[in-house]
Each structure stands twice: as C-alpha cells, then as structure tokens.
C-alpha cells in the first residue's frame, strides 16, 4: 500500500510541478450556470449541474453517490450545518464513494482535526500546511483512511487558507487523479467558497437536521452568496438516533 502511495503522490506531485507559476480561474457558479445537461437522469442531478432540478433538497449519502455516478460533478464542497455529526458528512460520504467503486480523497480545509482523527491520522501525520511549507511532499500528506479505501488530506499542523494557491494547486491535482474530490470546508469560511466552485462543483451541507428548514445561519448565509441550489444531507448517525419528526 504505501508503494502504490508513493506512486500516486510521485504522479500528483509531476502535476503540480508543471502547474507552478499557473494561476488558476476563480468560477463562481450561479443559478443556471454552467455544467447543462438535456435530461439528468437523476432526481437530483439538476442540482449537481446547476440545472432546473429540485432545490435544497434533504438527501442522504446513498442518494449522493446514485447522483454522482450519473453526473460529470468532480468535486463537492462539503460544509457543515453543526458541530455535530455534521462536521464528518465528508467522511462518510467518502466511505460510500469508495465503497461504491469510485476513487475519493477528502481535502480538509475546515481546520477540524475530528475528520484526521476519524479517518485514522494522528495529531503528527503531515497535513496540507505542511505540504505548503514545503515540509512535506504531496505524497507524504495523502493518507489512506483506516476504514475504506478513501483517501484523505488532513488539516494537521495548522489550517491552509481556502483560497490560497497551494490549496488550489492540490484541488487541481486531486481533481486529475480522483473520481471526486470532497473538500471540507469550515462554514465561518464562506468568503472563501467562490475560490472553490467552477461547473463541475456541487455544494452540499451535511448536519443532524431532520428537514432542510432548520439549516438555520449556514442556509441564510448561502443564499445571501446567491447560492440558491443545495443539496442537504442528512447524517446516518442522525437518522439512526432518532425517527424523523413527521411532518
């Protein structure tokens, strides 16, 4: 396994290599925007591709993986509705990637070391900041996760600003090595997420809520950012603690 780590980082790092000096497009991608399709084929892949589809629809990780199958979306935007369970929505919604048969890494740029710790990265694993310090090769900050075949950046040793050109340099190689890339993303970090969106990114926010009216400040404040597609979805932990109140 680590063999075929090196591999994969000694690839990624060539990438960055030839795209150092290269300064990446900021795409902000508003209400029919880029990314069209005649038909989604799937109930939810219009609001994947920015599309006519649905709006702010509550879903779960099972439902994301369908619509990522069905749609050229490569990478989400994760953020979190709580402190909670919502605050891991990346990492089992990589889990079910993987386990789905498609290859994910989870790029953590919220400065939550319990997505690390989760995905079995200790307090000293090299993290994204260590890679823009030039601590750290590409290869020695991608870790596999200790339960699935996910593969994870973690956020040790320090928080890497969003929207910084090291964090847009490994969004980029990641989105050329992977099937989909989640970047976990802090919700006080918000200004940060027009750095992040380009036509083949989707937005989705994960919590413990049972109905997507309760998404409460995080909802307001992507609308408030024109941000009017979203995908809610809610975490199995929350859905095996409780029944979902009825309507």
Known sequence: ?????????????????????????????????AGEVEQPPSPIAGVFLHTDGPRNEMVTSRDLVLALHQSAIGRVVMLAADAGAGALGSVELGRALTRAGLSCIVVDLSGDERIAAAMGVGPNGPGLSAFADGRATLADVIHRDGR???????????????????????LAACTEAYD???VAL???ELACLPALLDAETAIVVSGEATRTGSLGPIGDALQALGVDDLLYMQCAEARTAAPTPAE
Do not use: K
């Open 186 to 188: 802090d919700r006080n």
């Open 148 to 170: 699935s075949h996910c593969h994870v950046v973690p956020s040790t040793g320090g928080r890497t600003t969003p929207d910084s050109p090291d964090a847009a340099l490994v």
């Open 1 to 33: 396994m680590a063999a075929g780590m090196q591999a994969l980082g000694t690839s990624l790092g060539g990438f960055i290599a030839r795209q150092r000096g290269t300064r990446f497009p900021r795409l902000v991608v508003s209400q029919g925007g």
């Open 180 to 182: 989909c890339t989640l």
